[in-house]
């Protein structure tokens, strides 16, 4: 899924509950080391706010949550517009993901420029919800056929998907063992999908549309957002 133009990000409303878990990780700082980080970063997945912790496992391992998400809409930007399966969306459009993360960052080097890297590995929840009408003002090929500007036929599509999946990255930086003070950190990684999208499409335009080029464009999508499994982040942290 490809969403073009400006983007506006909304308060995150998984951060609440990323928050309530920093109550829980101070009470337990008798099992960690002191050392921890609280940081921002923007990603595939909106904003998320993030906290790193010391390991009681090794010096070269960190715990880390994360939790924020994004959302958009046709009535907050000026020209939105995205893309599934080469079809353009432009009407109703709303687009929002909230997501959290746990799991564990290996630092496998003890000095010179390679000790900021790391290799993590945890689980992750993902909300996710797209609803859109398509653009009836271009040439789109919907399932067999190829609608026209004026023809009238237009389709609603709506994709949703709430599931817990694991992960795996590899990134660099916000080594707490690097001591006090801000620190920048990147990462990317994949995740393993365990449950499929929960997809709609129907017609909703003055000229029908058959419901086997419907059930074709469905499969297209869900064919296409098959491969949407990877993310990318990037942040600043302030290691305390």
């Known amino acids: 899924m490809q969403i073009n133009n400006t983007l506006f ?5 998984s951060s609440l509950f990323f928050v309530a878990t920093i109550g ?4 337990a700082k008798t099992t960690w080391a002191s050392d921890y980080s609280l940081g921002i970063e923007v990603g595939s997945h909106g904003v998320a706010l993030g906290i790193s912790g010391q390991s ?7 715990w880390r949550l ?3 998400g994004i959302s958009l809409s046709s009535a907050s930007l000026d020209d939105s517009e995205s893309e599934i399966d080469n079809v353009s969306y432009d009407e109703d459009f709303e687009f929002e993901t909230d997501h959290f993360r746990a799991g564990y960052e290996w630092y496998p080097a003890s000095s010179g420029w390679a000790s900021n890297l790391f290799v993590s590995g945890g689980v992750a929840y993902l909300d996710e919800n797209f609803s859109a ?3 009836t003002t271009a040439q789109q090929l919907i399932g067999s056929i190829t609608t ?4 009238g036929r237009q389709i609603e599509i709506d994709v949703d998907r709430s599931t817990i999946l694991p992960y795996a990255s590899l990134g660099w930086g916000n080594r707490l063992a690097n001591g006090r003070g801000f620190s920048f950190r990147a990462e990317v990684g994949i995740t393993q999908a365990v449950q499929d999208y929960d ?3 129907k017609s909703v335009g003055s000229t029908s549309i058959s419901q086997a080029d419907l059930d074709a464009e469905k499969r297209n999508i869900e064919e296409e957002l098959e491969d949407s499994n990877s993310f990318i982040s990037a942040g600043v942290s302030y290691v305390f």
């Open 24 to 27: 829980t990780l101070t009470m």
């Open 133 to 135: 009408k398509s653009d």
């Open 199 to 201: 997809i709609t499409v």
């Open 56 to 62: 009681a496992i090794s010096n070269n391992v960190q």
């Open 9 to 13: 990000f909304k308060t995150c409303r």
């Open 148 to 151: 026209t500007p004026g023809d």
């Open 66 to 68: 994360s939790g924020g």
